[in-house]
């Protein structure tokens, strides 16, 4: 089956960066369909971060615009998302999703003021 497992969350301080990383497992190819990042905060409903495209077309939430990177390595099957000048507000848990069916675990990302 899919199989997505994020990595890379931890504490911060604010202003500092952080870089998660997907990988994904299973019959389908990253390639195939769209990747994005999500991420719940305590209390909010879970929000769309970042997206690429099958042909590479990137999209963010104008909230990380900017500040957050998405990008992805087709030969090691990992999508990645590299987060610069982290704010608290950025505190969630962030989800990676592939398509429409597939989500990971999740990975806890705290920022610090």
């Known amino acids: 089956q899919v199989q997505l497992v994020e990595s890379g969350g931890g504490l911060v301080q604010a202003g500092g960066s952080l870089r998660l990383a997907c990988a994904a497992s299973g019959i389908s190819h990253i390639s195939a369909t769209t990747m994005a990042w999500y991420r719940q905060a305590p209390g909010k409903s879970r929000e769309l971060v970042a997206s690429i495209t099958g042909i590479g077309g990137v999209n963010y939430s104008d909230s990380v615009k900017g500040r957050f990177t998405i990008s992805r390595d087709n030969a090691r099957n990992i999508v990645y998302l590299q987060m610069n000048s982290l704010q608290p507000e950025d505190t969630a848990v962030y989800y990676c999703?592939?398509?429409?069916?597939?989500w990971g675990q999740g990975t806890q990302v705290t920022v610090s003021s």
């Open positions: 999703k592939r398509g429409s069916a597939y």
